[in-house]
Structure formats: C-alpha cells, structure tokens
C-alpha cells in the first residue's frame, strides 16, 4: 500500500501517461474489477480528455472519486472502488 502526499492510502497504482481514449479508462477498468471495495485506485494520464472520461464512467458505474488534479499536464484521478459497481 502506498501513501500519497495527503495521507489517502493507495492500493493500485495506473500510469496511464501518454494512452490516449479509450485506454485510461479501460485499463482502470480492468484493475478496479480485480480489486476489493472500498480500494483506492491512483490513475495518472495525458490524454485531455481523462477529465470528461473519468468523471462520466465513475458516475455510470458509481466508483467514486475522491480527488482529482492537473499538475504539469498530468491528469491524476484518486478512484475508490464502489461496493457494487454497475456493468457497463
């Protein structure tokens, strides 16, 4: 388990830098369905459009971010992993 700067404990780390869509959020899928809920997910991303993205696939299978940034054109995305998420 790793910590970030503001104590929130990751479980899984996505370095989805330079993926552009559909990738990020498919990889991401991927790893949220082998993780546990409650698991904190970090995805880190380029693509302009992970904000859009990641905003509407969390709402449609209601995983939930807690927080999210722009820092240098780097897109990160702190995702916790919903009890039962919605197929889609």
């Given amino acids: ?16 830098k330079g993926l552009n869509c559909p990738l990020p959020i498919l990889k991401s ?17 380029t693509d302009p459009h992970s904000q ?3 905003e509407a696939y969390c709402a449609r299978t209601e995983h939930q971010i807690i927080k999210s940034a722009l820092v240098d054109g ?10 039962n998420p919605k197929k889609i």
Avoid at 1 to 16: F, R, T
């Fill in 1 to 16: 388990m790793i910590k970030s700067e503001n104590q929130i404990e990751i479980n899984q780390h996505l370095d989805a």
């Fill in 74 to 83: 780097v897109y990160s995305f702190t995702i916790k992993r919903a009890h």
């Fill in 29 to 45: 899928k991927v790893l949220l369905n082998k993780m546990q809920p409650d698991e904190i997910l970090l995805v880190e991303a």
């Fill in 52 to 54: 859009i993205d990641f």
